[in-house]
């Protein structure tokens, strides 16, 4: 592969994203096989591909991690990540995304767009990454470009600008017809990839009425190509051509082709359209980042200072990788650069141009490359790093909050440091992966993207460290609330041991709060905000105020267990009625231990009620669906409060309780075939069934 080609222009940094199963992967494997860069096809079902080098994702037959690989086409350097389709690593598109200048992104030809395609199209949009669509597998059975086109204009909402024609349909599929030169592009068993030639008789009238309707879609958006077109009622190929460029960059159009990845049939004509319309480092605009207070912008300019940021970190045998994109100015082999969000320095140890689990050493990079380099300590994802002397921060991508989460404990007591080694690894790695330990259970919680996502991430803790991990569902951080109060409770604190005694009398009396769902939406413990409210009616000063305040802290005390299992109470107010006081022996330690004891005493007395959290949940799903998830909402006590129709899918808000969503995202994919999707907002809490918190323990 040529290293020597000029960055600022002969250079292609794009993505491959679709839905899971769509051809991603085996699209990657037909460039690398086209461009010369691999001598032999690989195949997913084989587990022979490039990109999905890593145990799980051969095992598993999809992409998990974003891979980068690099080949050359027509004198220009590709530098391309196949990125995940699984909804549950759409954090890994984010990251890619962040730092790509184009996408080719991938359709099924008989399934077109969907849910996941609409989802990375979305990330794609929020990043302004142009794009160019493949339809792919045009050779399967009810394939339609028509239909997949169409589907296209309807979800994404774009223009669709088709460049090509199938020669043959469905197993009988061939080759294309080139509208944009007129000229058909044949596939066949022979040495040559591809055959060029006329345009078949039998296709003729159909490509060109197809040109036509391209050249009049091009000339409504194109102010350029309008003035030939209604000076000549056609366009020339080179008009056409530079128009689809501009209109592709500007995100007003989007080029689409079709082919069969699997069969080896359209990859030539997509890498053309790479070349022709996806931007290069040099068409991009500056790059934006702070220095300080001021926005500043870099070029990409192998000359100006140097910027890069780090997009992904991952421990390999040859060491911890960090891969960059340079933005500007030149890295090489030795050179100190800054981290410019921590200010440490760091020294670049070996540059290396990635090839999936293979790499290249190179001497530099420059503006415009994608490249990892060895020898980091500290960089982390999103990290930019600078000349020492031109500090520049870089936005880095965004990380979506977790939504799922499962304990984890080591098999036995001397593997829990390693564990913990591991984890704080795996979340260096992939930064969606958020390592806590619950205060109220101890346990501690892996939280991550779907229980896929999960799955994978502690099955790779197993591979990798020879670690026993024991991993269940956390339990829930049930509350405790007063359903019924006491009045009246009279308690004494007296303590005589010798010299100075105690001596405390409270009456206290203990009521629900109204509002006591309010303040624990968001978990909080104790407070006056609807969790725990603590008011004095004393007349004549018989507490003074000093002792009021320590018989509030003493109830706060108590309010960490409560007689039902020991769970935080909540949803309470405590009104001290009377006290007295001793002239020597009365004290605020004594008043505080008085508050603690007269809580607990109080609780007891009264009718408690066990809380659990719940949750909104909102789950899209295709219409045909809507009765089987309505009535596996049902059996997780879920009550729904609305529903929203939209074009061939319907809306549901339900309320659920948290624990019994566990396990939720695999049955809603089962029950949707894979179509459905969901969202959750904590909500507060409500009582829980005693049945279903006996079964929660026994779980």
């Excluded at 939280?447 to 896929?452: D, N, P, V």
């Amino acid at each position: 592969m040529r290293t020597d080609l000029n960055t600022s222009t002969t250079v292609r940094n794009l993505g491959i994203l679709a839905h899971v199963d769509a051809g991603k992967t085996t699209v990657t494997e037909r460039i690398l096989y086209a461009t010369g860069a691999t001598h032999k096809r690989g195949e997913v079902h084989k587990g022979t591909t490039v990109t999905d080098y890593d145990p799980q994702e051969r095992d598993r037959g999809i992409t998990i991690f974003a891979a980068a690989v690099s080949c050359t086409w027509d004198d220009h350097r590709i530098n391309l990540i196949d990125t995940p389709g699984h909804v549950d690593f759409s954090d890994e598109v984010e990251r890619s995304l962040r730092v790509l200048d184009g996408a080719v992104a991938v359709f099924d030809a008989v399934a077109g767009v969907e849910p996941q395609s609409e989802s990375v199209w979305r990330q794609a949009d929020r990043h302004g990454v142009p794009r160019i669509v493949f339809v792919n597998k045009m050779d399967r059975v009810g394939a339609d470009l028509d239909r997949a086109v169409a589907s296209v204009q309807e979800r994404l909402h774009v223009v669709p600008l088709v460049v090509q024609l199938p020669i043959g349909q469905e197993d009988g599929f061939t080759g294309t017809v080139d509208l944009v030169h007129m000229r058909a592009l044949v596939w066949g068993a022979g040495p040559d990839p591809f055959a060029t030639g006329a345009v078949p008789d039998a296709l003729y009238d159909e490509a060109r009425r197809r040109r036509r309707l391209l050249e009049e879609r091009v000339a409504e958006l194109h102010p350029a190509a309008l003035e030939e077109y209604c000076a000549t009622s056609t366009l020339s190929t080179a008009t056409l051509t530079a128009a689809l460029r501009d209109l592709t960059r500007s995100g007003e159009g989007v080029v689409v082709l079709c082919g069969s990845a699997y069969r080896n049939r359209g990859i030539e004509p997509l890498l053309d359209a790479v070349v022709s319309y996806l931007p290069s480092p040099a068409d991009m605009p500056p790059v934006r980042g702070t220095r300080g207070t001021a926005v500043e912008e870099r070029a990409a300019d192998p000359s100006a200072p140097f910027a890069a940021l780090a997009f992904k970190v991952s421990a390999t045998a040859t060491g911890r990788l960090t891969c960059l994109r340079v933005y500007s100015g030149t890295m090489r082999k030795g050179d100190t650069v800054l981290d410019a969000g921590t200010g440490r320095t760091e020294r670049i140890g070996r540059i290396l141009h990635v090839q999936a689990d293979r790499h290249a050493e190179a001497d530099r990079a420059v503006a415009g490359d994608i490249v990892a380099v060895v020898g980091l300590k500290g960089t982390r994802a999103g990290s930019t790093l600078c000349a020492p002397d031109a500090p520049l921060v870089l936005e880095p991508p965004k990380t979506a909050a977790p939504v799922v989460s499962v304990a984890v404990e080591a098999g036995n007591s001397t593997e829990t440091a390693r564990l913990s080694s591991a984890l704080a690894g795996l979340v260096e790695e992939d930064p969606s992966l958020v390592v806590r330990t619950d205060p109220e259970t101890g346990q501690t919680v892996l939280s991550g993207m779907g229980e896929l996502h999960l799955e994978v991430a502690v099955e790779k803790i197993r591979r990798s460290h020879g670690l026993h991990i024991a991993v269940g569902r956390p339990r829930v951080a049930y509350r405790e609330t007063v359903a019924r109060g006491v009045s009246g409770l009279v308690y004494r604190h007296v303590k005589q041991d010798g010299g100075a005694g105690q001596f405390a009398h409270v009456v206290l009396d203990l009521e629900p709060l109204e509002d006591r769902d309010a303040g624990d939406a968001g978990g909080g413990a104790a407070g006056g905000d609807g969790v725990f409210e603590f008011r004095s009616t004393v007349v004549g000063g018989r507490v003074p105020q000093e002792y009021v305040r320590a018989v509030e802290a003493g109830c706060r005390d108590a309010l960490a267990e409560g007689p039902l299992g020991g769970h935080p109470v909540t949803g309470l107010r405590v009104t001290l009625a009377d006290g007295a006081t001793h002239s020597k022996d009365s004290s605020e330690m004594a008043f505080r231990a008085a508050g603690r004891f007269a809580l607990r005493e109080a609780l007891r007395a009264a009718e408690m009620e066990l809380l659990e959290p719940v949750v909104e949940v909102v789950v899209t799903v295709p219409d045909d669906a809507v009765g089987g998830v309505l009535g596996d909402l049902a059996a997780r006590r879920g009550r729904v409060s609305g529903s929203a129709a939209r074009t061939g899918t319907t809306a549901l808000t339900a309320t659920v309780p948290l624990a019994e969503l566990f396990g939720y995202a695999s049955r809603l994919r089962s029950r949707t075939q894979g179509r459905g999707t969901f969202t959750t907002r904590p909500t507060g809490y409500a009582p829980v069934p005693v049945a279903a918190y006996q079964h929660a323990l026994s779980g």
